[in-house]
């Protein structure tokens, strides 16, 4: 049996989802995200990602909001499908309050699927 045009082809697959991943970039919001050892990634397209600065400032999809603008954008995402997925990806300085705040503010429009944004760590071992 001749393996050649099965390598062929999972060479083809290989090379189409290499070229049709996208590579999610960080918007120019500096945030110093806090460090986890798990190595998940959810994204998908349809997510909201609500960015909040070390200054407290919020973002949402790379648009400055205030209090009032949050829940207008959280409102705007649940009419559209509550499945949606809220990424909150906080600085490290920020205090659990204003996290919590928007996660509540979040779960208030009916999203319940949230997800915390972590930077990947090497886990060191004592030997």
Known sequence: MDVTP??????????????STTFVTAPGLEVDLPRSSSDTV????????????????????DVAVDLKGLNAALERVAATDVNTLVLLKADRSVSHGRVVAIMDA???????????????EAVERDE
């Open 106 to 120: 979040a779960r208030s429009k009916g999203l319940t699927r949230l997800a915390i944004a972590t930077e990947g």
């Open 6 to 19: 099965l390598i062929d082809i999972i060479f083809q697959l290989v090379l189409f989802f290499m070229v």
């Open 42 to 61: 959810l994204r998908d397209t349809e997510d909201v990602s609500v960015l909040v600065g070390e200054d407290g400032s919020v973002f949402v999809d």
